[in-house]
């Protein structure tokens, strides 16, 4: 069983804006009902900042996606589709996501210096490249370290997790992402197979044993310590008597909601997102393969787009409709992009110097464009961003824009278990797309 992250546990939900979505017809949940109810006496009234990250594992083609450039020697054969949001155009791949343009905004001048799946990826989880002298804590590990109360299911968690799971780094393993796959399936490991005072029984037993032979020998102090496993154990038990794991059935859905994201793991681990930011998580990760398109990118960057599109446009609609949208930052984006040449397998190559993310909800402003990419590169440049790239950031500033967006100190100071002092971000806040 994956250990469960000891992250942020907060009733401080909105009364009235969940009854009153319950009240206009929206299906709400037995759970978000009660907590809706629990919350009229919460002192504390606002929601918790959370983060929806759609991982779109190989690097989607920004020319296929966000910022396509059809009719140009790199266009390649897809077209440019209207939005909701003004002049905007996005690839005609993405239909149903143009019409909730409006609720988003682009940065599609992202620029990274990895190249390598393996090192961009952690680049852009954590914000920083590799050094092997420290591992970094991935997004959700820093949103959940910021705010430590109490939880009865895991505060991080990763859907369809690919091979680059969301690690806590030197902030400790309890702030990795709980990982669980196809919400078509019950998570795993969580049902007794007895009753539950026997079980318990067991459970105790078990443990008196683990930690009588991990006392022995050593000094008073240290045998009146809680083990790391006693504590993963206990969180572990919370959460399997926890009615919120109701959150990750996405079943309990009406059938018109759950079409709406696409039969798809995909689009059932993004409904999940939804009801699990819900009821409190603060970090849900939701993993979409297949775009590493060396070869054949037209057809694999369709394919991916067909998944992707009814889920993401679900998602926002969703978010917004539940009144979740200002309170949740939905991200969407992989480690790089693809270059605007075609090579000569009909695929496009790893790019890192001008891509797109795209970024949602929590004081992100609607309808903002930040960055350009040039219609005709020079793919000959000693300095591909320099001369293609218009208002360039880095991902280390995309990491410090999220961390603003959620409430947190982007440049805040953590002492590592070593004693080296490190900032949250090295970055600076893209203030074009913040309110």
Not at 73 to 95: E, F, V, Y
Not at 203 to 225: C, H, K, T
Request: aromatic share 4%.
């Amino acid at each position: 069983m994956n250990k469960p992250a000891i992250c942020n546990r907060s009733h401080h939900f909105s009364r009235r804006s969940l009854l009153k979505s319950a009240g206009g017809g929206l299906f709400l949940s037995p759970l978000a009902t009660h907590l809706a109810r629990a919350a009229e006496t919460d002192a504390g009234g606002g929601r918790p900042k959370s983060v929806i990250l759609l991982w779109m594992a190989g690097a989607p083609s920004q020319l296929e996606t966000f910022d396509p450039h059809p009719g140009s020697r790199i266009g390649g054969d897809t077209t440019a589709i209207k939005t909701t949001s003004g002049s905007l155009q996005i690839s005609s791949l993405l239909p149903q996501v143009a019409e909730q343009m409006h609720r988003a905004a682009l940065v599609r001048s992202v620029t990274g210096k990895e190249g390598d799946h393996k090192r961009a990826v952690y680049n852009i989880k954590t914000g920083y490249r590799p050094n092997p002298s420290i591992v970094h804590p991935s997004i959700g590990s820093v949103l959940c370290h910021q705010d430590e109360s109490g939880a009865d299911i895991p505060r991080h968690v990763s859907i369809l997790p690919d091979q680059s799971p969301s690690r806590g780094g030197y902030l400790g393993p309890t702030y990795d992402a709980f990982k669980v796959y196809d919400p078509a399936s019950p998570v795993p490991d969580v049902r007794r197979r007895t009753s539950p005072e026997r079980f318990h029984r067991r459970v105790d037993d078990l443990l008196d044993v683990v930690e009588g032979e991990f006392s022995r020998g050593r000094l008073p102090d240290l045998q009146r310590r809680r083990t790391l496993h006693t504590t993963a154990t206990r969180a572990a038990l919370t959460m399997m008597d926890s009615d919120q794991l109701a959150a990750f059935d996405v079943s309990q859905e009406p059938q018109q909601i759950q079409q709406a994201f696409g039969d798809t793991p995909f689009g059932r681990g993004c409904l999940a997102a939804a009801r699990l930011i819900e009821v409190g998580v603060r970090c849900v990760e939701v993993t979409l393969g297949g775009w590493d398109s060396h070869v054949n990118n037209h057809e694999l960057q369709s394919s991916a787009c067909e998944t992707l599109d009814p889920a993401l446009a679900a998602l926002l609609q969703t978010l917004k409709d539940r009144e979740l949208l200002e309170d949740t930052l939905v991200v969407c984006g992989g480690e790089f992009g693809r270059t605007p040449n075609i090579n000569p397998l009909g695929g496009r190559d790893h790019w890192p110097h001008g891509f797109s993310t795209l970024l949602a909800g929590c004081g992100i402003r609607a309808g903002a464009v930040h960055g350009a990419t040039s219609p005709e590169p020079d793919l000959k440049s000693d300095d591909p961003v320099a001369k293609n790239v218009e208002s360039p950031v880095t991902v280390a500033d995309l990491h410090a824009t999220i961390l603003n967006a959620v409430g947190v100190e982007h440049d805040k100071v953590l002492d590592t278990p070593i004693g080296r002092p490190m900032h949250l971000s090295e970055g600076t806040p893209i203030k074009s797309i913040l309110s």
